[in-house]
């Protein structure tokens, strides 16, 4: 877009040397060039800086444009950088503080994109996107005292790749590590926003699903296990299927995460004892749970 803007200045220059004319020109391709920074105010995922910094980009616009129809209609004099006057004034005054305001503002926008990255490594798996086990921990039992106050169930998920030390141990670990982003790529479809989706590592994940009762978690981890069961992938030279076990709860102020864990790894070894490729389902004891 640059390279086209310098060619059609020096066209002008050439064929229709007016100076009103190159004002108005190059008023308006700055504005066109400047244009794409709109999304910093109207992006879905902009924060309050972006949307300020993008709104002082947006006056600069429309400056830009008034500017170049301004360019248009009235002399040269009155709207010339080099003429002295107030306009010359306002303009130079505006072109300063705009570009210190921009420098300063596109630093504190690389520090708060520095700042989430930093937020983003220490809250999940980089292998997988899913929750670190350190995260997953805190939000888990914030919703146990939530859901504990609103009376209303969860349910716990804990499953793991049927044969993964076969799986790497034959097509190596890189494979090993596409397994795992596509089981977490194709389960990700299933959960809403609520979910809470975590790799406590290795081949070994959890899923605490609020509000949801033993119906509803049943039929989650069937439509996982109907899912992966199979699937082909052109990324992998193989299928692989899972053994998932499941846990609901109504929490109370005692509910910990520790003893939902527990219980959910045991049906999942129940599950995988029963041939694997399969949900089991674990009760929790109520004594248990008070602990």
Same mark, same amino acid.
């Given at each position: /877009?640059?390279?086209?803007?310098?060619?059609? #200045?020096?066209?002008?220059?050439? #064929?229709?040397?007016?100076?009103?004319?190159?004002?108005?020109?190059?008023? #308006?391709?700055?504005?066109? !060039?400047?244009?794409?920074?709109?999304?910093?105010?109207?992006?879905?995922?902009?924060?309050?800086? /972006?949307? !300020?910094?993008?709104?002082?980009?947006?006056?600069?616009?429309?400056?830009?444009? =008034?500017?170049?129809?301004?360019?248009?209609?009235?002399? %040269?004099?009155?709207?010339? $950088?080099?003429?002295? +006057?107030?306009? &010359?004034? !306002?303009?130079?005054?505006?072109?300063?503080?705009?570009?210190?305001?921009?420098?300063?503002?596109?630093?504190?926008? /690389?520090?708060?994109?520095?700042?989430?990255?930093?937020?983003?490594?220490?809250?999940?798996?980089?292998?997988?996107?899913?929750?670190?086990?350190?995260?997953?921990?805190?939000?888990?039992?914030?919703?146990?005292?939530?859901?504990? *106050? *609103?009376?209303?169930?969860?349910?716990?998920?804990? $499953?793991?790749?049927?044969?993964?030390? @076969?799986?790497?141990?034959?097509?190596?670990?890189?494979?090993?590590?596409?397994?795992? &982003?596509?089981? %977490? @790529?194709?389960? *990700?479809?299933?959960?809403?926003?609520?979910?809470? $989706?975590?790799?406590?590592?290795?081949?070994? #994940?959890?899923?605490? !699903?609020?509000?949801?009762?033993?119906?509803?978690?049943?039929? /989650?981890?069937?439509? =996982?296990?109907?899912?992966?069961?199979?699937?082909?992938?052109?990324?992998?030279?193989?299928?692989?299927?899972?053994?998932?076990?499941?846990?609901?709860?109504?929490?109370? &102020?005692? @509910? &910990?995460?520790?003893?939902?864990?527990?219980?959910?790894?045991?049906?999942?070894?129940?599950?995988?004892?029963?041939?694997?490729?399969?949900?089991?389902? +674990?009760?929790?004891?109520?004594?248990?749970?008070?602990?």
């Amino acid at each position: /877009m640059t390279l086209l803007s310098i060619i059609g #200045f020096q066209l002008i220059v050439l #064929f229709y040397n007016e100076e009103n004319v190159r004002i108005s020109y190059y008023s #308006f391709v700055i504005a066109l !060039i400047l244009m794409p920074v709109s999304r910093l105010v109207l992006g879905k995922a902009s924060t309050f800086l /972006m949307r !300020i910094i993008g709104s002082l980009y947006l006056l600069v616009i429309a400056a830009f444009l =008034i500017r170049g129809v301004t360019a248009l209609l009235s002399s %040269t004099d009155s709207i010339s $950088f080099y003429t002295p +006057g107030l306009y &010359q004034l !306002i303009s130079l005054l505006s072109i300063y503080l705009l570009t210190n305001l921009g420098n300063l503002g596109f630093v504190l926008l /690389m520090k708060e994109k520095a700042d989430h990255e930093l937020i983003r490594l220490a809250s999940y798996d980089d292998l997988t996107g899913t929750l670190n086990r350190r995260t997953f921990t805190e939000k888990a039992n914030k919703y146990l005292t939530d859901y504990s *106050k *609103k009376g209303q169930p969860l349910s716990y998920l804990l $499953f793991d790749i049927d044969n993964f030390k @076969t799986i790497n141990d034959t097509y190596g670990h890189h494979v090993g590590d596409q397994v795992l &982003q596509d089981l %977490t @790529t194709r389960i *990700k479809l299933h959960l809403g926003k609520e979910d809470l $989706f975590v790799r406590y590592g290795g081949d070994e #994940f959890g899923i605490l !699903i609020p509000g949801k009762d033993e119906t509803d978690s049943n039929q /989650m981890a069937e439509q =996982i296990i109907q899912t992966l069961n199979g699937a082909i992938s052109r990324s992998l030279p193989m299928t692989y299927t899972i053994s998932l076990g499941v846990l609901t709860v109504f929490p109370n &102020q005692y @509910t &910990q995460l520790e003893t939902l864990y527990t219980t959910c790894d045991e049906a999942l070894y129940n599950a995988k004892s029963n041939g694997r490729n399969g949900v089991f389902r +674990g009760q929790i004891d109520v004594h248990n749970a008070v602990s």
